[in-house]
């Protein structure tokens, strides 16, 4: 009895140990999957977190500000002259339409800010966007060097066994063995270039935002397109938030000029005063504290206590201001338009120019430079080639992989280009 409750406690205590062993890994899994970041997942922390663009927002809330600014009446005045016994209230009254221009103005200088945030979180974006494509590059670089110092190393195996059964000369094999340098080396640069990519990253998104040890998610793909030049600048004319900002602008300039014709009428200050006088304290009638001495009276009136006449000062400066600031609005929202296209055309140019390199590599030189690899590498292995035209095969099948891997960066870059300049993503 006593023996089968010590196998029943072995094996809980072994049920035991096996839970938490695997609770252990389940958690490192679940920690290691926390580790690996997805474009959107970087992109997402960079937005919530970047400093440059919580300033921007603030400025938006600092124009939001002011339109409560703008619609704010005058305040009315309380007057008291204790020689006369006088009190009164008087109110300015804005008239000529000034209030509204001003609203106007302001709510349009709050649409500016809001899109200015977006142009700058536009730019931005791109920004971290080339870190991100950089980091996949290095780790697609990574991956190839690491492969092909593998693989080369079953080649340099290989000849080992053919030198020791003398069917290659020691400097041949020494000519193999040498070329492992520039494998490891791939390796090393490779492992570099990740990790400086991934420091690029942390400093954009923020340190405490990201990990010292994580990964990038993602595949180094051409991802296709297929609008064409005039939609795509269609598109940006829609959506670049620039030159939305530059014809808000012009709205703004229209606004102010419409303030300032209003600012030229003055504006009038009506209110009623009450009038007391009276004999109420005694003594000689030089002493008069308050209110002259006399027989008791009480008076109310209403009027307008004051208002300008614009004969000298109609505001002309500021007119004249406000219409030359419209003009110079429209001219920067045309040159802001003519800039998007540019812009656009150009980002489509090189877009092309990195897709039908892409193509070239996918349809011609990979295919071509694996084909004269294997066609070397088994006329080396049966004598009928030399090994400097083994090794000239693989140099070449290696500086293909890299420069394709490298025009596979560019064509993201580039589309990543393409989208900033249009101001939307223009892929599904």
């Known amino acids: 009895m006593l023996n089968r409750q010590c196998a029943l406690c072995m094996r809980s205590g072994k049920s035991l140990l096996f839970a938490v062993v695997m609770a252990a890994c389940l958690c490192s899994a679940g920690w290691a999957q926390q580790q690996s970041f997805t474009w959107e997942q970087i992109r997402d922390q960079f937005l ?12 938006v809330e600092s124009s939001r500000a002011g339109e409560i600014t703008a619609g704010l009446r005058p305040n009315p005045t309380f007057q008291n002259d204790t020689t006369s016994a006088t009190a009164g209230i008087y109110q300015e009254f804005e008239i000529g339409g000034k209030r509204p221009a001003r609203l106007q103005s302001a709510r349009l200088a709050t649409a ?43 080649v340099v195996d ?13 400097a041949d094999f020494l000519k193999i063995e040498i070329q492992m340098l520039q494998f490891q080396t791939d390796v090393d640069d490779a492992t570099l270039a990740l990790k400086t990519s991934k420091a690029t990253l942390r400093a954009l998104v923020g340190p405490s935002n990201l990990p010292q040890e994580f990964d ?10 297929e609008k064409s030049l005039s939609e795509l600048q269609q598109l940006a004319l829609s959506n670049r938030p620039d030159l939305k900002a530059a014809e808000t602008g012009r709205e703004k300039a229209l606004a102010d000029l419409r303030l300032a014709k209003a600012n030229r009428w003055p504006d009038p200050t009506i209110g ?40 000298f000062n109609r505001n ?16 920067l929202a045309q040159a802001a338009r003519n800039q998007v296209l540019q812009d656009v055309e150009t980002a489509y140019a090189s877009f092309e120019s990195s897709r039908e390199r892409v193509r070239l590599y996918e ?35 290696r500086a293909t992989q890299l420069a394709y891997r490298q025009q596979l960066a560019t064509y993201l870059t580039n589309l990543a280009q393409l ?8 892929t599904p």
């Open 216 to 225: 990038v998610l993602g595949d180094l793909r051409a991802i296709p397109l």
């Open 363 to 397: 349809q011609t030189y990979l295919s071509r430079a694996k084909e004269s690899l294997d066609i070397e590498e088994f006329s080396f292995r049966n004598g009928a080639a030399s090994i400097l035209d083994f090794l000239d095969a693989e140099r070449t099948y």
């Open 272 to 311: 009623t005063s009450f009038l007391h006088t009276g004999n109420e304290i005694g003594g000689s009638r030089w002493f008069q504290p308050f209110y002259p001495k006399g027989s008791v009276s009480n008076a109310m009136g209403m009027g307008i206590a004051s208002i300008s006449l614009p004969i």
């Open 48 to 59: 919530s977190a970047n400093p440059t663009l919580r300033a921007q927002a603030q400025s």
């Open 158 to 170: 290989l000849n080992r066994l053919m030198l020791e059964q003398g069917e290659i000369s020691r």
């Open 112 to 154: 500016i800010s809001q899109t200015d945030f977006v142009d700058a979180r536009r730019t931005l974006v791109f920004n971290l966007r080339q870190a991100f494509i950089a980091a996949l590059q290095a780790k697609s670089d990574l991956d190839f060097a690491q492969a092909n110092l593998s693989n080369y190393g079953k």
């Open 419 to 426: 989208e900033t300049a249009v101001g939307v993503p223009v």
């Open 316 to 331: 002309q400066g500021e007119v004249a201001r406000a219409k030359s600031e419209q003009l110079r609005a429209r001219f």
